[in-house]
């Protein structure tokens, strides 16, 4: 089972990237995908989750209306797209998938957002 996060890296207020999480050893279209995140000093916090289907998503009230979390199942992959980044979203992301209390966790990607 591997879960890959990519896409991270340095950005400037106001700036955009799009994270991806590539899934596999697993049936990746059984589970929920979630995003979470983990900034120096402080807890890991959920950022967004998707449904197995992708017909449904929630936001943690921190990245509603800037982040958007969709999923390509035919591509075993998990996408976060955030716009409008602030510097407090610096944070190292990493993507989970759940399913029946079985959950795996990737290895995080880097997000810094700075002038």
């Known amino acids: 089972v591997q879960l890959v996060e990519s896409g991270g890296g340095l950005v400037q207020p106001g700036g955009s990237l799009r994270l991806s999480c590539a899934a596999s050893?697993?049936?990746?279209?059984?589970?929920?995908m979630s995003w979470y995140r983990q900034a120096p000093g402080k807890e890991r916090e959920w950022v967004a989750n998707?449904?197995?289907?992708?017909?449904?998503?929630n936001y943690a009230d921190s990245v509603k209306g800037r982040f958007t979390i969709s999923r390509d199942n035919a591509e075993n992959t998990v996408y976060l797209q955030m716009n409008s980044l602030k510097p407090e979203d610096t944070a190292v992301y990493y993507c989970?998938?759940?399913?029946?209390?079985?959950?795996?966790w990737g290895q995080g990607t880097q997000v810094t957002v700075s002038s």
């Open positions: 989970r998938a759940t399913m029946w209390g079985t959950d795996y």
């Open positions: 050893g697993f049936t990746f279209s059984s589970y929920a």
């Open positions: 998707i449904s197995s289907g992708g017909g449904s998503t």
